[in-house]
Protein backbone atom coordinates (compact mmCIF):
# COMPACT_ATOMS: atom_id res chain seq x y z
CA UNK A 1 0.00 0.00 0.00
CA UNK A 2 1.16 3.60 -0.96
CA UNK A 3 2.03 5.43 2.31
CA UNK A 4 0.44 7.86 3.62
CA UNK A 5 0.10 11.85 4.31
CA UNK A 6 -0.70 12.95 7.91
CA UNK A 7 -2.54 15.92 6.09
CA UNK A 8 -3.76 15.91 2.62
CA UNK A 9 -4.22 19.73 2.66
CA UNK A 10 -1.78 21.30 -0.10
CA UNK A 11 -1.31 24.88 -0.83
CA UNK A 12 -2.60 27.21 -3.12
CA UNK A 13 -0.61 27.29 -6.54
CA UNK A 14 2.41 28.31 -6.80
CA UNK A 15 3.45 27.92 -2.95
CA UNK A 16 4.87 24.09 -1.80
CA UNK A 17 4.34 22.46 1.44
CA UNK A 18 7.00 20.31 3.35
CA UNK A 19 6.58 16.86 1.07
CA UNK A 20 5.29 13.76 3.02
CA UNK A 21 6.54 11.41 0.41
CA UNK A 22 10.26 13.10 0.71
CA UNK A 23 11.75 9.73 1.64
CA UNK A 24 9.53 6.97 -0.12
CA UNK A 25 9.46 8.14 -3.07
CA UNK A 26 13.01 6.86 -3.45
CA UNK A 27 11.75 3.76 -2.93
CA UNK A 28 7.88 3.22 -3.83
CA UNK A 29 8.42 1.89 -7.14
CA UNK A 30 11.38 -0.52 -6.59
CA UNK A 31 9.78 -2.47 -3.86
CA UNK A 32 6.16 -2.07 -4.76
CA UNK A 33 5.73 -0.58 -8.33
CA UNK A 34 5.28 -3.60 -10.28
CA UNK A 35 2.68 -5.44 -7.95
CA UNK A 36 0.96 -2.33 -7.91
CA UNK A 37 0.98 -2.33 -11.54
CA UNK A 38 -0.78 -5.76 -11.72
CA UNK A 39 -3.28 -4.83 -9.54
CA UNK A 40 -4.05 -1.41 -11.31
CA UNK A 41 -4.58 -3.53 -14.21
CA UNK A 42 -6.86 -5.81 -12.67
CA UNK A 43 -9.05 -3.30 -10.54
CA UNK A 44 -9.38 -1.01 -13.09
CA UNK A 45 -8.20 -1.92 -16.40
CA UNK A 46 -11.59 -2.85 -18.25
CA UNK A 47 -13.39 0.47 -16.92
CA UNK A 48 -10.31 2.42 -18.49
CA UNK A 49 -10.84 0.84 -21.98
CA UNK A 50 -14.57 1.83 -21.89
CA UNK A 51 -14.05 5.64 -21.21
CA UNK A 52 -15.37 7.66 -23.58
CA UNK A 53 -15.13 10.99 -22.68
CA UNK A 54 -11.62 11.07 -20.00
CA UNK A 55 -10.09 9.50 -17.15
CA UNK A 56 -9.41 11.17 -13.81
CA UNK A 57 -6.96 9.89 -11.63
CA UNK A 58 -7.34 11.16 -8.21
CA UNK A 59 -4.33 10.82 -6.41
CA UNK A 60 -1.82 9.82 -9.35
CA UNK A 61 1.17 9.08 -7.30
CA UNK A 62 4.28 7.84 -9.18
CA UNK A 63 1.51 7.41 -12.05
CA UNK A 64 0.39 3.62 -12.97
CA UNK A 65 -3.28 4.21 -13.13
CA UNK A 66 -2.18 7.40 -15.44
CA UNK A 67 -0.02 5.40 -17.90
CA UNK A 68 -2.25 2.47 -17.76
CA UNK A 69 -5.05 4.91 -18.92
CA UNK A 70 -3.21 6.07 -21.44
CA UNK A 71 -2.49 2.75 -22.75
CA UNK A 72 -6.01 1.16 -22.66
CA UNK A 73 -8.05 4.26 -23.48
CA UNK A 74 -8.24 6.76 -26.48
CA UNK A 75 -9.37 9.43 -24.14
CA UNK A 76 -7.67 12.51 -22.21
CA UNK A 77 -6.53 11.48 -18.91
CA UNK A 78 -6.19 13.71 -16.03
CA UNK A 79 -3.69 13.18 -12.97
CA UNK A 80 -3.94 14.84 -10.16
CA UNK A 81 -1.33 14.54 -7.27
CA UNK A 82 -0.02 17.65 -4.87
CA UNK A 83 2.75 16.26 -3.75
CA UNK A 84 6.07 16.95 -5.47
CA UNK A 85 8.00 14.17 -4.68
CA UNK A 86 5.72 11.94 -6.19
CA UNK A 87 5.11 14.32 -9.01
CA UNK A 88 8.64 13.45 -10.22
CA UNK A 89 8.76 10.00 -11.23
CA UNK A 90 5.50 10.29 -12.59
CA UNK A 91 6.44 13.12 -14.70
CA UNK A 92 9.93 10.90 -15.46
CA UNK A 93 7.22 8.14 -16.41
CA UNK A 94 5.34 10.31 -18.68
CA UNK A 95 8.90 12.01 -20.49
CA UNK A 96 9.25 8.38 -21.29
CA UNK A 97 6.68 8.12 -23.15
CA UNK A 98 5.73 8.55 -27.25
CA UNK A 99 4.94 12.66 -27.86
CA UNK A 100 1.61 11.12 -29.04
CA UNK A 101 0.78 9.68 -26.06
CA UNK A 102 1.93 12.61 -23.61
CA UNK A 103 -0.37 14.73 -25.61
CA UNK A 104 -3.28 13.40 -24.25
CA UNK A 105 -2.34 13.81 -20.34
CA UNK A 106 -2.40 17.08 -18.21
CA UNK A 107 -0.95 16.75 -14.59
CA UNK A 108 -2.76 19.16 -11.81
CA UNK A 109 0.11 19.59 -9.27
CA UNK A 110 -3.32 20.69 -6.94
CA UNK A 111 -5.98 18.93 -4.61
CA UNK A 112 -8.72 17.93 -6.61
CA UNK A 113 -11.08 20.81 -5.70
CA UNK A 114 -8.50 23.37 -6.54
CA UNK A 115 -7.35 21.72 -9.62
CA UNK A 116 -11.08 22.83 -10.43
CA UNK A 117 -12.40 19.86 -13.07
CA UNK A 118 -15.72 20.14 -14.31
CA UNK A 119 -17.29 17.40 -16.60
CA UNK A 120 -13.89 16.50 -17.70
CA UNK A 121 -14.26 12.48 -17.33
CA UNK A 122 -16.74 9.44 -17.21
CA UNK A 123 -14.22 7.39 -15.62
CA UNK A 124 -12.66 8.70 -12.23
CA UNK A 125 -10.46 6.15 -10.14
CA UNK A 126 -9.13 7.05 -6.72
CA UNK A 127 -6.11 4.42 -5.78
CA UNK A 128 -4.30 3.94 -2.87
CA UNK A 129 -5.86 7.98 -1.96
CA UNK A 130 -8.72 7.37 -0.04
CA UNK A 131 -7.29 5.70 3.23
CA UNK A 132 -4.87 8.78 3.48
CA UNK A 133 -7.65 11.11 3.70
CA UNK A 134 -8.71 12.22 7.18
CA UNK A 135 -12.94 11.64 7.71
CA UNK A 136 -13.57 15.20 6.92
CA UNK A 137 -10.84 15.65 3.56
CA UNK A 138 -12.78 12.14 2.70
CA UNK A 139 -16.04 13.85 2.43
CA UNK A 140 -14.93 17.11 1.42
CA UNK A 141 -13.71 15.14 -1.88
CA UNK A 142 -16.70 13.20 -2.84
CA UNK A 143 -18.58 16.74 -4.76
CA UNK A 144 -15.54 17.46 -6.22
CA UNK A 145 -14.76 14.37 -8.06
CA UNK A 146 -18.52 14.57 -8.90
CA UNK A 147 -18.21 18.05 -10.37
CA UNK A 148 -14.91 16.78 -12.67
CA UNK A 149 -17.07 13.96 -13.96
CA UNK A 150 -20.13 13.94 -16.64
CA UNK A 151 -23.42 12.83 -15.61
CA UNK A 152 -23.53 9.19 -15.56
CA UNK A 153 -19.70 9.02 -15.05
CA UNK A 154 -18.19 5.84 -12.85
CA UNK A 155 -15.79 6.74 -9.82
CA UNK A 156 -13.99 3.40 -8.75
CA UNK A 157 -12.29 3.53 -5.94
CA UNK A 158 -9.88 1.20 -3.51
CA UNK A 159 -11.36 1.39 -0.20
CA UNK A 160 -9.77 2.05 2.91
CA UNK A 161 -9.20 -0.33 5.70
CA UNK A 162 -12.66 -1.29 7.35
CA UNK A 163 -11.19 -1.14 10.85
CA UNK A 164 -8.45 -0.24 13.18
CA UNK A 165 -5.79 -3.33 13.56
CA UNK A 166 -6.09 -5.34 17.16
CA UNK A 167 -2.60 -5.81 16.66
CA UNK A 168 0.92 -4.58 15.77
CA UNK A 169 1.02 -6.16 11.86
CA UNK A 170 4.05 -6.29 9.83
CA UNK A 171 4.17 -7.04 6.19
CA UNK A 172 8.10 -7.04 4.64
CA UNK A 173 8.64 -5.93 1.44
CA UNK A 174 10.04 -8.42 -1.20
CA UNK A 175 13.50 -6.70 -1.74
CA UNK A 176 14.81 -5.98 -4.72
CA UNK A 177 18.71 -5.82 -6.08
CA UNK A 178 19.72 -2.57 -8.59
CA UNK A 179 22.99 -3.43 -9.34
CA UNK A 180 25.16 -4.46 -6.74
CA UNK A 181 22.47 -2.84 -4.13
CA UNK A 182 19.67 -4.58 -2.36
CA UNK A 183 16.09 -2.54 -1.48
CA UNK A 184 14.26 -3.59 1.39
CA UNK A 185 11.67 -2.35 3.87
CA UNK A 186 8.60 -3.40 5.62
CA UNK A 187 5.51 -1.73 7.02
CA UNK A 188 4.58 -1.47 10.88
CA UNK A 189 0.71 -0.30 11.26
CA UNK A 190 -0.62 -0.52 14.90
CA UNK A 191 -3.78 1.20 15.99
CA UNK A 192 -3.95 4.89 17.57
CA UNK A 193 -6.72 6.04 18.63
CA UNK A 194 -9.22 6.50 15.42
CA UNK A 195 -5.89 6.16 13.14
CA UNK A 196 -3.58 3.62 11.70
CA UNK A 197 0.21 4.64 12.58
CA UNK A 198 1.85 2.97 9.35
CA UNK A 199 5.97 3.40 9.48
CA UNK A 200 7.90 2.27 6.38
CA UNK A 201 11.21 1.35 7.18
CA UNK A 202 13.64 1.44 4.31
CA UNK A 203 17.02 -0.07 3.68
CA UNK A 204 20.08 -0.43 0.80
CA UNK A 205 22.74 -3.16 1.35
CA UNK A 206 25.60 -3.88 0.00
CA UNK A 207 28.52 -6.33 -0.22
CA UNK A 208 29.70 -4.46 2.97
CA UNK A 209 26.43 -4.00 4.55
CA UNK A 210 23.62 -1.92 5.72
CA UNK A 211 24.50 1.23 3.61
CA UNK A 212 21.56 3.45 4.00
CA UNK A 213 18.44 2.99 6.55
CA UNK A 214 15.46 5.67 6.59
CA UNK A 215 11.98 5.60 8.05
CA UNK A 216 8.94 7.76 7.52
CA UNK A 217 5.31 7.60 9.67
CA UNK A 218 1.99 8.02 8.02
CA UNK A 219 -1.60 7.74 9.17
CA UNK A 220 -4.16 5.91 7.65
CA UNK A 221 -7.96 6.50 8.77
CA UNK A 222 -10.41 3.52 8.55
CA UNK A 223 -13.87 3.37 6.83
CA UNK A 224 -15.84 0.51 6.11
CA UNK A 225 -17.79 -0.13 2.84
CA UNK A 226 -20.78 1.01 3.97
CA UNK A 227 -19.76 4.32 5.53
CA UNK A 228 -18.09 5.37 2.23
CA UNK A 229 -21.21 4.25 0.44
CA UNK A 230 -23.45 6.28 2.31
CA UNK A 231 -20.98 9.33 2.11
CA UNK A 232 -21.43 8.87 -1.30
CA UNK A 233 -25.17 8.70 -1.66
CA UNK A 234 -25.11 12.60 -0.58
CA UNK A 235 -23.42 13.77 -3.32
CA UNK A 236 -25.54 11.68 -6.17
CA UNK A 237 -23.73 8.61 -6.06
CA UNK A 238 -25.24 4.90 -6.08
CA UNK A 239 -22.65 1.69 -5.72
CA UNK A 240 -22.78 -0.95 -8.32
CA UNK A 241 -22.90 -4.33 -7.59
CA UNK A 242 -19.89 -5.94 -6.34
CA UNK A 243 -16.43 -6.52 -8.11
CA UNK A 244 -14.77 -9.82 -7.58
CA UNK A 245 -12.07 -8.35 -5.43
CA UNK A 246 -13.43 -6.95 -2.43
CA UNK A 247 -10.92 -3.95 -2.06
CA UNK A 248 -12.39 -1.81 -5.12
CA UNK A 249 -15.71 -0.05 -4.97
CA UNK A 250 -17.41 1.34 -8.04
CA UNK A 251 -20.15 3.98 -8.06
CA UNK A 252 -22.08 5.76 -10.51
CA UNK A 253 -22.87 9.52 -10.73
CA UNK A 254 -26.05 10.48 -11.47
CA UNK A 255 -27.61 13.60 -10.09
CA UNK A 256 -31.21 14.33 -10.05
CA UNK A 257 -31.50 16.95 -12.07
CA UNK A 258 -29.75 15.46 -14.49
CA UNK A 259 -31.23 11.86 -14.24
CA UNK A 260 -32.76 12.53 -17.56
CA UNK A 261 -30.39 13.28 -19.99
CA UNK A 262 -27.67 10.60 -18.55
CA UNK A 263 -27.84 8.07 -20.90
CA UNK A 264 -25.53 9.96 -23.94
CA UNK A 265 -22.65 9.93 -20.77
CA UNK A 266 -23.48 6.27 -19.03
CA UNK A 267 -20.74 3.55 -19.58
CA UNK A 268 -22.80 0.25 -20.03
CA UNK A 269 -21.64 -2.72 -17.52
CA UNK A 270 -20.00 -4.97 -19.91
CA UNK A 271 -17.87 -1.90 -19.72
CA UNK A 272 -17.33 -1.78 -16.25
CA UNK A 273 -15.34 -5.14 -15.71
CA UNK A 274 -17.82 -7.37 -14.21
CA UNK A 275 -21.44 -9.00 -14.48
CA UNK A 276 -24.27 -7.63 -12.16
CA UNK A 277 -23.52 -10.20 -9.56
CA UNK A 278 -19.59 -9.38 -9.16
CA UNK A 279 -17.17 -7.11 -9.54
CA UNK A 280 -14.58 -7.56 -11.53
Sequence with gaps: MRPSPSDVSVAPPGREEPDAYAISAEFYDVLQGERDAARVRRFYGRDVGSARVGVLDVG????????????????????VEP?????????TRLAALPAELRMRVTVHPHTLDEAALHAVADVAVCHNTIACL??????????A?????VPGGVLLLQLPPARLPRHETTYVLPPQWVG?????????????ADRIRTRFDYWVRGEEGVLREHSETFWLWPASRTQVIAELEQHGFAALPERADPAVLA????????????????????GLGGRLSQRG
Design 180 to 192: RHEYGGRRVETAD
Design 83 to 91: AHSMRCPLM
Design 251 to 270: ARHVPVASASHTACWEVPFE
Design 145 to 149: VAKAL
Design 134 to 143: PPASRRALWP
Design 60 to 79: AGTGRVTVMSLMESQVPVHA
